[in-house]
């Protein structure tokens, strides 16, 4: 059971817009910054959107990020058949001293 | 170019030992926080702890289950980064990734640990 919360998968047709949410408390989305994750099969996670809306360099504009009191999304629009993947929120938990993950949302371009 | 590149995960029996190294280069390792991130097979993300930068106290933040028994150092002169990990159990069966701190910029490709009999 993971401390943040977030839908197993996620689909839509390409050109949709989907969003995925990350739900947590007080002690970690609350009152810490939200990074997420984009792990492609049999690949290692990348970052995505970095402090709740930030993207790095590289990371197309149509992926999003936003934070609202202890819940966070991440928002992707014009879907493409490459984004198909498993995306994690993640935060630092103040009150369990260590940096907590979601359990990771698999997304289907169908 | 940033490289991070992990090494050292093997099959071992359960109560055994393994020591993780994790090699950065591209950036300065020594302002660097990193940690240590596992995924077991088929399942998500699980951080398993992080060292700060001596800059910033050098100290370590574990897991609970983890605490006790794994322990992350480090060799700024080396520009890497260990897990030893001891008392293993079946459970620490995952990929082990190595990133950098706290935003996990970079990451890298992952190394298999197996506990088993």
């Known amino acids: 059971q993971s401390v943040l919360t977030q839908p197993p998968s996620a689909s839509g047709t390409p050109g949709q817009r989907v969003t995925i949410s990350c739900s947590g408390g007080?002690?970690?989305?609350?009152?810490?910054?939200v990074n997420w994750y984009q792990q492609l099969p049999g690949t290692a996670p990348k970052l995505l959107i970095y402090t709740n809306n930030q993207r790095p360099s590289g990371v197309p504009d149509r992926f999003s990020g936003s934070k609202s009191g202890t819940s966070a999304s991440l928002a992707i629009s014009g879907l493409q058949s490459e984004d198909e993947a498993d995306y994690y929120c993640?935060?630092?938990?103040?009150?369990?001293?260590?940096?907590?993950f979601g359990g990771g949302t698999k997304l289907t371009v169908l | 170019e940033v490289q991070v590149v992990e090494s050292g995960g093997g099959l071992v029996k359960p109560g055994g030992s393994l020591r993780l190294s994790c090699a950065a280069s591209g950036f300065t390792f020594s302002d660097a926080w990193m940690s240590w991130v596992r995924q077991p097979p088929g399942k998500g993300l699980e951080w398993v702890g992080r060292i700060k930068s001596k800059t910033a106290g050098g100290t370590t933040d574990y897991a609970a289950p983890v605490k006790g028994r794994f322990t992350i150092s480090r060799d700024d002169s080396k520009n890497t980064v260990y897990l030893q990990m001891n008392s293993l159990e079946t459970e620490d069966t995952a990929v082990y990734y190595c990133a950098t701190d706290p935003r996990g910029m970079h990451w890298g490709q992952g190394t298999l640990v197996t506990v088993s009999s």
């Open positions: 993640a935060a630092w938990d103040d009150s369990l001293n260590g940096r907590v």
């Open positions: 007080s002690s970690n989305i609350g009152r810490n910054a």
